[in-house]
């Protein structure tokens, strides 16, 4: 079992949209920003979650990556829903193809568990976010990913997890699987 983490600020520099990964600008950071002040609650992995990928014949590239559970009064009820922002750069001088990744997914979770339980963890919802096409485009850059908004009950603590599966366009190894600690719970 991972350790839950949390309490952070989300990193806003993208436009998060539910399973589309559009790349940030100004009107959007301001905005993506405006929307994560405005969240009732919320909680993330607060802990660095980084990882340096050797890439053959080309610049390694460095990849950070914040995830979020969010409580959200929605109407008279409130709902329940993960959030992510994925950011890159390149590590040494530019050289080589920008064709970094054949695939480059990231799974993001809303959890759940019986409140005030151990145990007994639920993935309840599950949204793929496709970040090749971001990666191979750009020297380095921030996008985002969302999932679908669920409806929250009281019997739950939820919290976010984040699963990546890279796979580096010729290494010849094959995918890397790379999972990142989970975020607090939220009740």
């Given at each position: 079992?991972?350790?839950?983490?949390?309490?952070?600020?989300?990193?806003?520099?993208?436009?998060?949209?539910?399973?589309?990964?559009?790349?940030?600008?100004?009107?959007?950071?301001?905005?993506?920003?405006?929307?994560?002040?405005?969240?009732?609650?919320?909680?993330?992995?607060?802990?660095?979650?980084?990882?340096?990928?050797?890439?053959?014949?080309?610049?390694?590239?460095?990849?950070?990556?914040?995830?979020?559970?969010?409580?959200?009064?929605?109407?008279?009820?409130?709902?329940?829903?993960?959030?992510?922002?994925?950011?890159?750069?390149?590590?040494?001088?530019?050289?080589?193809?920008?064709?970094?990744?054949?695939?480059?997914?990231?799974?993001?979770?809303?959890?759940?568990?019986?409140?005030?339980?151990f145990g007994g963890d639920e993935n309840y919802?599950?949204?793929?976010?496709?970040?090749?096409?971001?990666?191979?485009?750009?020297?380095?850059?921030?996008?985002?990913?969302?999932?679908?908004?669920?409806?929250?009950?009281?019997?739950?603590?939820?919290?976010?997890?984040?699963?990546?599966?890279?796979?580096?366009?010729?290494?010849?190894?094959?995918?890397?699987?790379?999972?990142?600690?989970?975020?607090?719970?939220?009740?």
């Amino acid at each position: 079992m991972r350790t839950r983490r949390g309490g952070a600020t989300l990193a806003t520099g993208a436009l998060v949209l539910t399973g589309v990964c559009v790349a940030p600008s100004a009107p959007a950071q301001a905005q993506a920003a405006a929307v994560a002040a405005a969240r009732a609650s919320h909680k993330c992995d607060r802990s660095d979650d980084s990882r340096k990928f050797a890439l053959p014949g080309k610049s390694d590239i460095a990849v950070f990556i914040n995830h979020c559970i969010f409580k959200e009064k929605s109407g008279g009820s409130y709902t329940i829903n993960s959030s992510m922002v994925i950011s890159w750069n390149e590590v040494s001088r530019h050289f080589g193809s920008m064709h970094r990744f054949n695939h480059f997914y990231a799974y993001l979770y809303i959890n759940r568990r019986k409140h005030n339980r151990f145990g007994g963890d639920e993935n309840y919802r599950r949204t793929r976010c496709d970040f090749t096409d971001n990666l191979n485009a750009r020297r380095s850059g921030s996008v985002g990913c969302q999932t679908p908004k669920v409806k929250y009950s009281s019997k739950y603590d939820y919290y976010s997890d984040v699963y990546v599966v890279a796979d580096v366009a010729s290494d010849g190894k094959g995918d890397i699987n790379w999972p990142l600690d989970s975020s607090y719970s939220i009740h």
